[in-house]
């Protein structure tokens, strides 16, 4: 049987960047196990929005941290970081909206995030293309942007790699968990792994079940998300373009190529308990909110689309993520739908947990897994319509 210092479970951007940095952090023998191949899940199909605008001091900080983690990563590998600066716009429609937002940019602002609030009146200079006449404004963030996800798979998988402390094994799904000498011994269809630190990494489609492996109830669930591309817009565009949310409409926008891609959930959604990867593209949600879009963001009416696709989407009760250890050696890491934004930033938290015993910065009441089992006092206002689970 293998012995490894750790043993990740789940080879997305969460699994990825936490074997990155743990090598960083010294340990030598690291191992991902991964079901289908690296990068496979939700990784691979997201929008890939960074924004440092988030509703809690944890989401803020993680978004930040990201941001400038994937930037510092491919300077040292010499490689396109697949980040994209455009600047993004998240857009109220009421006035409690508003209230909400004002009290979140002084926290962004607390957290070192350049943040600030634009009136309809101003939005309209910087964001010509939105349709501002129901929305009251907004918060801007200038160096906000976008990743190209298929490059921050590759990235930090070759820098994984790179380390010659990771070893990846494709097709090798954790099949159970038990305890073993001092830690676990996790079996695969390609042999049991043996370590004193058990990851699960497991995202939408895996985390819960790795959890109960051991017992451990993990509240990560799954939705389907939505995204469509436009290859060509109505109007003259500059090559970037502010990004744009709106809110309570659960549809985002960012640039694509010379077109546009945008994301949307549908707020009826509901959970979905299966194994499956929702991949089955919802025309009859996405027609219906067609005229509502169109009118918002007119640049998109009468354009053809380019592709679309459905994906299922990680949430957690309170739109929070988890860094948590719930029994000794074993670690729990999710994203709670928003790993593309936090990715890098929840993988430097959990190598720090597994290599100090705590994790700095963050408060536990919005990272611990005993929050669930509590009244869960806070959330992440700034999500998509994720079903109550
Ligand atoms: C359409 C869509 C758009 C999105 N857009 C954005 C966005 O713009 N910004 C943003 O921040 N987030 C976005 N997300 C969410 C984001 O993609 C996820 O939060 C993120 O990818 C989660 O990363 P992960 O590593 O936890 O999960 P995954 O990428 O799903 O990786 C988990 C891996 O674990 C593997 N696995 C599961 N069980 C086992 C097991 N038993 N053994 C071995 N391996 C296992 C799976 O095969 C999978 O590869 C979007 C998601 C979707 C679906």
Same mark, same amino acid.
């Given at each position: ?19 990155? *940095? ?5 340990? %030598? ?8 191949? +690296? ?33 510092? +990563? ?13 600047? !993004? ?12 937002? +004002? ?8 957290? /070192? ?32 942007? #976008? ?8 990235? &930090? ?25 001092? /830690? #676990? %011994?996790?079996?695969?269809?390609? /042999? ?37 591309? #436009? ?19 659960? !549809? ?5 190529? *010379? ?51 459905? /994906? ?18 074993? !670690? ?16 430097? %938290?959990?190598?720090? +947990? &597994? ?35």
């Amino acid at each position: 049987m293998a012995s490894y210092d750790a043993v990740i479970i789940g080879g997305g951007n969460l699994g990825l960047w936490t074997a990155h *940095q743990l090598a960083k952090r010294g340990l %030598k023998r690291i191992a991902v196990l991964e079901r289908y191949w +690296l990068a496979f899940g939700a990784t691979t199909r997201s929008a890939g929005m960074v924004r440092q605008q988030g509703g809690s001091e944890t989401a803020i900080k993680l978004g930040k941290w990201s941001r400038n983690l994937y930037i510092s +990563l491919a300077d040292e590998l010499g490689l396109d970081s697949g980040f994209v600066e455009t600047g !993004y716009f998240v857009i109220a429609e009421t006035e409690q909206e508003k209230a909400g937002f +004002l009290e979140l940019v002084k926290l962004r602002q607390q957290c /070192g995030v350049e943040n600030e609030w634009v009136d309809a009146a101003e939005g309209r200079k910087l964001l010509p293309f939105f349709n501002w006449d129901t929305f009251l404004g907004g918060t801007y963030t200038a160096n906000d942007g #976008y990743v190209h996800p298929p490059i921050i798979g590759r990235n &930090i998988t070759f820098a994984a790699l790179k380390t010659g402390a990771v070893a990846a094994f494709e097709y090798c799904p954790a099949e159970s968990i038990e305890r073993y000498g001092s /830690g #676990y %011994k996790v079996r695969t269809p390609k /042999g049991d792994f043996e370590s004193d630190r058990v990851i699960d990494a497991g995202g939408p489609r895996g985390a819960r079940k790795v959890g109960a492996m051991l017992d451990i109830e993990v509240p990560v669930s799954a939705a389907r998300h939505e995204v469509v591309t #436009y290859p060509v817009l109505n109007g003259d565009f500059p090559a970037r373009w502010p990004m744009f949310f709106v809110l309570g409409k659960g !549809y985002y926008v960012r640039p694509e190529e *010379q077109g546009a891609l945008l994301g949307l959930s549908n707020p009826d959604e509901k959970v979905d308990r299966s194994e499956r990867f929702q991949i089955g593209f919802d025309w009859n949600y996405f027609e219906s909110m067609r005229p509502q879009l169109e009118a918002e963001f007119p640049a998109i009416k009468g354009q053809p689309i380019c592709r679309s696709w459905a /994906g299922s989407i990680d949430f957690t009760p309170d739109h929070l993520p988890i860094i948590d250890q719930p029994l000794p050696g074993f !670690y729990v890491l999710a994203a709670g739908g928003h790993g593309m934004m936090w990715g890098p930033g929840l993988g430097m %938290k959990m190598a720090e +947990l &597994i290599d100090t015993g705590t994790v700095s910065d963050l408060p536990e009441n919005e990272i611990s897994l005993a929050r669930f089992s509590q009244n869960l006092e806070r959330h992440d206002l700034i999500a998509l319509p994720f079903p109550t689970d």
